[in-house]
Nanobody, 124 residues
Framework: QVQLVESGGGSVQAGGSLRLSCAASGYTYGTYCMGWFRQAPGKEREGVAIVDTYENTRYLDSVKGRFITSQDYAKNTLYLQMNSLKPEDTAIYYC??????????????????WGQGTQVTVSS
């Protein structure tokens, strides 16, 4: 079965950086649309970065220029490099996958596979 395991979260001061990892298994890596999502306390889950199998990536406006995705196909891993972190980036970050090559409108409910999440805390 499809499994997604996130790691790399932690606590950092504003302006710092973190790199999240999402190790995928249970399917042929590189054939699913994938995404990073986050959910802050009291807020709805939102898409941070959505990447299709052609590595076309869409970013949330508030993270453009600060966050970037990358992939290691040998390790079946999706990364999210987060730079210039701000307190408003504090949230639980989730990796998700959708069993399609393209992401389309990439609504949250279209993603059928989710990791357990990793906490990112940014202090001012």
């Amino acid at each position: 079965q499809v499994q997604l395991v996130e790691s790399g979260g932690g606590s950092v001061q504003a302006g710092g950086s973190l790199r999240l990892s999402c190790a995928a298994s249970g399917y042929t890596y590189g054939t699913y649309c994938m995404g990073w999502f986050r959910q802050a306390p009291g807020k709805e889950r939102e898409g941070v970065a959505i990447v299709d199998t052609y590595e076309n990536t869409r970013y949330l406006d508030s993270v453009k220029g600060r966050f970037i995705t990358s992939q290691d196909y040998a390790k079946n891993t999706l990364y999210l490099q987060m730079n210039s972190l701000k307190p408003e980036d504090t949230a639980i970050y989730y990796c998700a996958a959708r069993a399609t090559y393209l992401c389309g409108t990439a609504r949250i409910r279209d993603f059928g596979y989710w990791g357990q999440g990793t906490q990112v805390t940014v202090s001012s």
